[in-house]
T-cell receptor
Framework: GQNIDQPTEMTATEGAIVQINCTYQTSGFNGLFWYQQHAGEAPTFLSYNVLDGLEEKGRFSSFLSRSKGYSYLLLKELQMKDSASYLCAASTGANNLFFGTGTRLTVIP | DVKVTQSSRYLVKRTGEKVFLECVQDMDHENMFWYRQDPGLGLRLIYFSYDVKMKEKGDIPEGYSVSREKKERFSLILESASTNQTSMYLC????????????FGPGTRLLVL
C-alpha cells in the first residue's frame, strides 16, 4: 500500500522558522514534491527533491532522505502570507503523484 | 506561465443529474489529471490521461468517466451525480519526458443536493 504522513496542523510566529515533516511509503518512488495551497485556491508548486539532501530556494528549503522515507519543508522568516496548507506528494512513477492530506500552517503575529 | 483553467468555480446540481467539468491547459502538456479534494482526505486521483483519447483509472474512478478528444482539453463526467460527490475538483497537467511537476487549475467546488 501507499501512505504519506504529515502533521495536520501547525502554528508558528511571524519571523520564526518552521519545519514541516513528511514520511512516505510508496510502491515506487522517483522524488518528493511540496506544494502550497492557500484556502480556496489551487495548489502551487514549491519544490521537487530527487536526490538526498537539502535544496534551498529563498526562504523555503526542502530536504529528502530516500533511505529513511523522509522529507521536510523548512520555512524561514515566516510571513503572514505563508499561512496556507502544505502538501507533500510522492512521485510514484509514470507521471503520477500520491498526495498526503496536507499540513495547515497558521502564522500568528 | 502555465495556465490551467476550469469551466466553473462553483456548481450546484441535483442528485441524478449528469455533470460535466471541463479543463483546458495552454502549454501543450501531454498529461492531464482529475483529482477531488476533501477535508482530511487530501487530493485523490480520479482519472488521468497521457495522450489524446487515452485514459487511465486513478484511485477512485467509481461514478466518474472522462473524455480527452483534444490534447488541451480533459473533461470529467459525473453520469448521475450523488450527494457523496460533493467536493472540490481539481484538474492538473504536466509535461511528459520526465518533467513531472503538475500544474493545477483553480478548482471547481461542486455541491450536489
Amino acid at each position: 500500500g501507499q501512505n504519506i504522513d504529515q502533521p495536520t496542523e501547525m502554528t508558528a510566529t511571524e519571523g520564526a522558522i518552521v519545519q514541516i515533516n513528511c514520511t512516505y511509503q510508496t510502491s515506487g518512488f522517483n522524488g518528493l514534491f511540496w506544494y502550497q495551497q492557500h484556502a480556496g485556491e489551487a495548489p502551487t508548486f514549491l519544490s521537487y527533491n530527487v536526490l538526498d539532501g537539502l535544496e534551498e530556494k529563498g526562504r523555503f528549503s526542502s530536504f529528502l532522505s530516500r533511505s529513511k522515507g523522509y522529507s521536510y519543508l523548512l520555512l524561514k522568516e515566516l510571513q503572514m502570507k505563508d499561512s496556507a496548507s502544505y502538501l507533500c506528494a510522492a512521485s510514484t512513477g509514470a507521471n503520477n503523484l500520491f498526495f498526503g492530506t496536507g499540513t495547515r500552517l497558521t502564522v500568528i503575529p | 506561465d502555465v495556465k490551467v483553467t476550469q469551466s466553473s468555480r462553483y456548481l450546484v446540481k441535483r442528485t441524478g443529474e449528469k455533470v460535466f467539468l471541463e479543463c483546458v491547459q495552454d502549454m501543450d502538456h501531454e498529461n492531464m489529471f482529475w483529482y477531488r479534494q476533501d477535508p482530511g482526505l487530501g487530493l485523490r486521483l480520479i482519472y488521468f490521461s497521457y495522450d489524446v483519447k487515452m485514459k487511465e483509472k486513478g484511485d477512485i474512478p467509481e461514478g466518474y468517466s472522462v473524455s480527452r478528444e483534444k490534447k488541451e482539453r480533459f473533461s470529467l463526467i459525473l453520469e448521475s451525480a450523488s450527494t457523496n460527490q460533493t467536493s472540490m475538483y481539481l484538474c492538473a497537467s504536466s509535461q511528459d519526458r520526465g518533467q513531472e511537476t503538475q500544474y493545477f487549475g483553480p478548482g471547481t467546488r461542486l455541491l450536489v443536493l
